[in-house]
């Protein structure tokens, strides 16, 4: 799931791939003293060094892992929330806190980095390579069907954004003519084309994440603005501003993807091939 925090889609994916236990390592997600970044952090080293950060009533009162009452952001405060959330979601796996002076993450069992090395880390690791026979342990005719599907959907992207262009540029014509009549049977085009392209698994995986923001403010703006406006030629104006703003970043991210979906896909395609008699 997406989260305000790598940390957390780590966590994630560390708890995916079966490792247990998982160990936290530097998730203070809270002030230390007056700082917030770490000496090596020049940009601030100028704010550290005339201790600027003072606490003031911006700042939350929370419970640090020796239950000590500390500091944090609300930002750090909505991280926090977030690991607790997702954890509360894992079962059956030991999460270790090593952060000293950091804020309580609920879920979590703090320890002294020391102590885990010495406790916990006691069986040496594999060093032999994997054998490629045995590490694929995945139904390859699903993988095939998820492999076509999304390669499908990828090629069906191009026809897709040409679909949005169209009809906007048809909404542009027809408001600046006055024919408003015909306007409104181009937004119940425009509906249909965005039910399609929200249907769409390409951008479900890849471009939503990366235009979440974007999506937000345009169904933000589609409740709160365009559906309550009567002014017919504002509220055209409104929807070729937000369509083409959010089309637009689509657009621009889904060609950034292009060689690396191609590497993703040339792989899976390999792996297919090796495994599927």
Do not use: W
Request: aromatic content about 10%; some cysteine.
């Amino acid at each position: 799931m997406d989260a305000p925090t790598i940390a957390v889609i780590t966590l994630q994916l560390l708890y995916k791939l079966g490792f247990n236990p998982i160990i936290l390592a530097g998730q203070n997600l809270a002030l230390r003293g007056d700082m917030i970044y770490a000496d090596e952090i020049t940009e601030y080293s100028e704010m550290r060094r005339t201790k600027k950060v003072a606490i003031n009533s911006n700042y939350l009162k929370v419970e640090d892992v020796y239950g000590n009452e500390t500091y944090t952001t609300a930002s750090f405060n909505r991280m926090r929330q977030n690991m607790e959330n997702i954890i509360r979601q894992l079962k059956d796996v030991e999460i270790i806190n090593t952060t000293r002076g950091g804020s309580k993450i609920e879920g979590t069992t703090f320890m002294h980095l020391e102590d885990v090395i010495r406790e916990k880390l006691t069986t040496r690791s594999n060093d032999q390579k994997v054998d490629a026979g045995n590490f694929y342990n995945y139904d390859m005719d699903f993988v095939k069907k998820q492999y076509e599907s999304m390669n499908n959907s990828y090629n069906q992207l191009k026809d897709e954004f040409k679909k949005f262009y169209d009809i906007l540029g048809k909404i542009k014509k027809l408001a600046l003519s006055n024919n408003f009549q015909q306007v409104e049977k181009e937004y119940k085009k425009l509906e249909g084309q965005l039910d399609r392209f929200m249907a769409n698994p390409f951008f479900k995986v890849y471009l939503l994440p990366m235009n979440r923001v974007y999506f937000d403010f345009l169904l933000m703006e589609i409740n709160n603005n365009i559906k309550k406006e009567k002014n017919q030629l504002k509220k055209a104006d409104l929807v070729l501003q937000s369509f083409s703003k959010f089309i637009s970043s689509c657009s621009i991210d889904k060609a950034k993807l292009d060689n690396i979906y191609a590497d993703i896909s040339r792989s899976v395609g390999d792996i297919l091939e090796e495994n599927i008699v």
